[in-house]
């Protein structure tokens, strides 16, 4: 597969070292031909130097031949722009933008374009290595206002359906660990004492998801 990167920073780089190392053949764009020092000496792939909007670069880089474009730029507007004129104009099929403001993130996926909001996800990992023993987020899905985390099993829940944690548009248990192995619930498992349970929610029920798993089953 032929994967066209715009930007060479530490995350463009390393993107490209990765892609490389999986056997796909890279391209990557950045204005400035000094940030191409950032890539490992070995790297095969090609380098262009320009915008990555330019349709011309873009072309230099083999966009035409692309299955996957990624646009990790140190700007918002350059990397939504890049995104756009792969996406609708040479269909590029995956398109991935990375969004500083993850406001803006809702607004560029109805376009069809995929981002990543750097700030939020940061922020998650962050946090999760800084309290460990508090709610981990353990995934961060698009622009963040929707998160999987981990939460032990409250007694409360111990004897009950793994699927009963699930909540219609608010919550839903994607896979319960027992002894560090994980498992995709069915109707036939229970919570046992020592569970992880790991829960798709949105960001603004983390906080009170332990309180909220207590009072599952429990009558109103």
């Known amino acids: 597969m032929h994967v066209v990167i715009a930007g060479c920073g530490r995350v463009g780089s390393e993107l490209a070292t990765n892609l490389e190392r999986l056997g796909h053949s890279v391209a990557i764009i950045d204005k400035v031909p000094k940030a191409f020092e950032r890539l490992k000496p070995d790297f095969s792939g090609k380098k262009v130097v320009g915008f990555a909007f330019d349709r011309e670069v873009l072309e230099e880089a083999g966009i035409k031949d692309a299955q996957a474009f990624a646009s990790v730029t140190s ?51 962050i946090l999760r290595s800084l309290f460990p023993d508090e709610i981990p987020v353990e995934y961060t899905v698009d622009n963040g206002e929707v998160v999987i985390t981990a939460v032990p099993a409250p007694s409360e829940l111990i004897g009950q359906s793994a699927l009963s944690v699930d909540m219609g548009g608010r919550r839903k248990v994607v896979a319960v660990s027992r002894f560090g192995v994980p498992r995709v ?32 089953g429990q009558p109103e």
């Open 75 to 125: 700007g918002d507007n350059s990397n939504i722009l890049s995104a756009r004129v792969t996406k609708e104009h040479y269909r590029v099929p995956q398109v991935v933008a990375r969004i500083y403001d993850p406001r803006r993130a809702q607004i560029y996926q109805r376009l069809g374009i995929q981002t990543v909001a750097t700030v939020r996800w940061t922020t998650d990992q």
């Open 185 to 216: 619930p069915d109707a036939k498992l229970t919570v046992q004492e020592g569970d992880i349970i790991h829960v798709s929610v949105v960001r603004g029920d983390v906080a009170d998801l332990p309180e909220q798993l207590k009072k599952v």
